[in-house]
């Protein structure tokens, strides 16, 4: 209801300065609406909405489950922490425009240059998360574990999988954003299709309700994703945490 | 089976930088059957010494014999259970072989039964130390250790746990080590009282009991008491002499 209440104030708001400012600037709802029937009816909404998606994917799952594992194990083997923390701090502090030209550059405008360049942009970032929780890992339980000769693979799934969720989830979800935002600038750069090239496109035309078309049914689906997908994997991660009153 | 403890040092290296002696040479050994009693006062080294034991901790001088094959059943001194999994869920992952038959018994005799689906975190210290001690009965070990297990109870359920620990320990050839500061339970239970010094803690008297646990009633327990308290007595005049 609230969301709701806030999504209307939204749409106010913006009428209101669209009338303030002239349709040529910002151009009022309804001409957007207008807009995205047209491209949704023509398919190249889809069509371009599925490809930056399925770039984040990829991306996003090979930065997540790279990042986990090398995280993981720089939290528990001191000598890969020191070989890789310096790596880190240099990726950590990269720009991301900088990854994404030399990716082109190195491999060409390719689709794998592309993911690559957008998977090294978040990678960092899921190690950092990850080698923090391996790193409050409770060692007390541990020795239970091995005290009961639980087998590694058991252990593993139900002593420390549990207390990294909350760092999984995390990372997942300020990973997410990090990709939404890059992909659509390795899109502008060197794609031919995908919600970045479009605004590309609309920028070059200076077709605003195009623009905005775009861009606000992409940060829709963001928005359904986040809320469908990532606040649940969340909260069932700390489900077992007693309650706060 | 037979366990062999022979540490000659354990020496922990604070934060701040020095180092202090936590065990002095400790040296005895367990048959499967027995039951051994550490007292001793708190920051003495027992849980350290059940951890060198157990090889948790490998950073220590001297040579532990433990049987390769044995199952270990263990009661820290926190209960230390997992979070995020419900007390049956906690105590199958440690047991996964335990009957259902044999697992609703444990949870009828430590009156857990109303709590099989609750998280840790909605139990009270002395319910999770059931848990714990249920965790530990449900692998039938080979080595049992319990860490002060019966703290925090009330003394009618601590009395029947206790019955509970000598009937397990009846029932098969298990080898137990018990660390408690309470004398009741230790004469109760124990087969040989290991009494320990203040940190670096050393064996100061060792004390069979001869009479089988079976056949221990409070007659003779009050006897062994007594005698216990006399050769106590004893020890101190003796110090105070010299
Ligand atoms: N990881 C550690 N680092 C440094 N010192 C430690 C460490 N663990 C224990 N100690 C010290 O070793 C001594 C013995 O600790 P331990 O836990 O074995 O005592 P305890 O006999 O079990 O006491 P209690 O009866 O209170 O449980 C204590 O003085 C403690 O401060
Ligand atoms: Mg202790």
């Known amino acids: 209801m609230l969301r709701l209440l806030s999504f209307v104030l939204f749409l106010a708001i913006w009428w209101i300065a669209a009338l303030l400012v002239g349709g040529a600037k910002l151009p009022s709802p309804p001409a957007v609406l207008q807009v995205m029937i047209a491209e949704a009816s023509s398919g190249a909404l889809f069509l371009h909405l599925g490809a930056t998606l399925a770039r984040v994917a990829l991306a996003f799952t090979l930065a997540m ?9 720089m939290g528990r083997v001191k000598l890969a922490d020191r070989l890789g923390d310096p790596w880190l701090i240099l990726l950590l502090n990269l720009p991301a425009l900088v990854v994404i030209v030399l990716a082109y550059i190195w491999a060409g405008l390719t689709e794998a240059a592309a993911i690559a360049a957008i998977a090294i942009n978040k990678l960092p970032t899921a190690i950092v998360t990850l ?4 790193r409050a890992l409770d060692r007390s339980l541990d020795e239970m574990a091995s005290v009961f000769a639980m087998p590694r693979w058991r252990a593993f799934r139900h002593v420390v999988l549990p207390q990294l969720a909350p760092y999984i989830a995390a990372s997942a979800r300020s990973g997410l954003s990090l990709v939404w935002k890059i992909v659509l600038v390795a899109e502008l750069l060197g794609r031919p299709n995908g919600v970045g090239f479009e605004i590309g496109v609309a920028f070059q035309l200076f077709d605003t309700p195009r623009l905005l078309a775009y861009s606000l049914t992409f940060a829709a689906v963001v928005l359904v994703i986040e809320t469908l997908l990532v606040q649940p994997f969340e909260a ?3 489900r077992w945490r007693p309650r706060a009153a | 089976m037979r366990l062999e403890v022979d540490i000659t040092g354990k020496t922990f290296r604070s934060a701040a930088g020095g180092t202090h002696e936590v065990l002095a040479p400790v040296k005895f050994a367990l048959q499967s059957g027995e039951v051994g009693v550490l007292i001793g006062p708190s920051g003495c080294g027992k849980s350290t010494m059940l951890r060198i034991i157990l090889g948790l901790d490998h950073d220590f001088a001297g040579h532990i014999a433990r049987p390769p094959e044995a199952r270990i059943g263990m009661v820290f001194q926190e209960p230390r259970l997992l979070p995020w999994r419900s007390v049956e869920q906690n105590v199958r992952l440690a047991a996964p072989d335990v009957a259902d038959a044999k697992l609703a018994e444990l949870f009828r005799i430590l009156e857990l039964e109303a709590h099989r689906d609750h998280y840790p975190g909605e139990l009270s210290l002395g319910l999770a130390r059931r ?28 009395g029947r746990l206790r019955d509970e620990i000598a009937t397990l320990v009846a029932s098969r050839p298990v080898m137990t080590l018990l660390v408690t500061h309470s004398l009741d339970d230790a004469v109760r239970l124990g087969d040989r009282l290991f009494f320990l010094s203040p940190r670096p803690a050393r064996i100061v008297a060792e004390m069979p009991i001869g009479i089988p646990r079976a056949t221990r009633g409070e007659a003779e327990i009050a006897a062994i008491k007594a005698s216990l308290a006399q050769r106590t007595q004893g020890d101190r005049t003796e110090r105070d002499a010299s």
């Open chain 1, 236 to 238: 069932r991660a700390n």
């Open chain 1, 65 to 73: 489950s790279l990042g986990s594992a090398i995280g993981y194990l």
């Open chain 1, 131 to 134: 080698r923090e929780g391996t």
């Open chain 2, 131 to 158: 848990v714990a001690l249920a965790r530990a009965f449900a692998v039938e070990p080979d080595i049992l250790v319990l860490d002060e297990p019966l703290a925090s109870l009330d003394d009618a359920l601590a």
